[in-house]
């Protein structure tokens, strides 16, 4: 099982990204994956989540509005779309997948090696 997370980079305020998390071993159909984000000094936080199989979705306040996940089952992979982005939303950014949210919660289940993400003018 591997997750890949790619995307990241430098961008000014009010720009845009967009993240993907690519998966290997294991059917998108089976596990809820979702975007962390580890800020300097900061814990570990969830941002957001989706569940492929129905395509529900769930995104921290901080986010709401400004940021979308989806997924292509056909490229087991899930994106992260990034708009209106702020200083605050700097961060190393890791996707994760599990068949519980609260494991995800817990930093278990299956997780990539991140991305950095700068919001800096």
């Known amino acids: 099982v591997q997750l890949q997370a790619s995307g990241g980079g430098l961008v000014q305020p009010g720009g845009s990204l967009r993240l993907s998390c690519a998966m290997s071993?294991?059917?998108?159909?089976?596990?809820?994956v979702a975007w962390f984000r580890q800020a300097p000094g900061k814990e570990r936080e969830a941002v957001s989540r989706i569940v492929p199989r129905d395509g529900n979705a769930w995104y921290d306040g901080s986010v709401k509005g400004r940021f979308t996940v989806s997924s292509d089952k056909s490229k087991n992979t899930v994106y992260l779309q990034m708009r209106s982005l702020e200083p605050e939303d700097t961060g190393v950014y890791l996707c994760a997948a599990s068949d519980s949210w609260l494991a995800l919660l817990s930093g278990r289940g299956y997780w990539g090696q991140g991305t950095q993400v700068t919001v800096s003018s």
């Open positions: 071993g294991f059917r998108l159909d089976y596990y809820a």
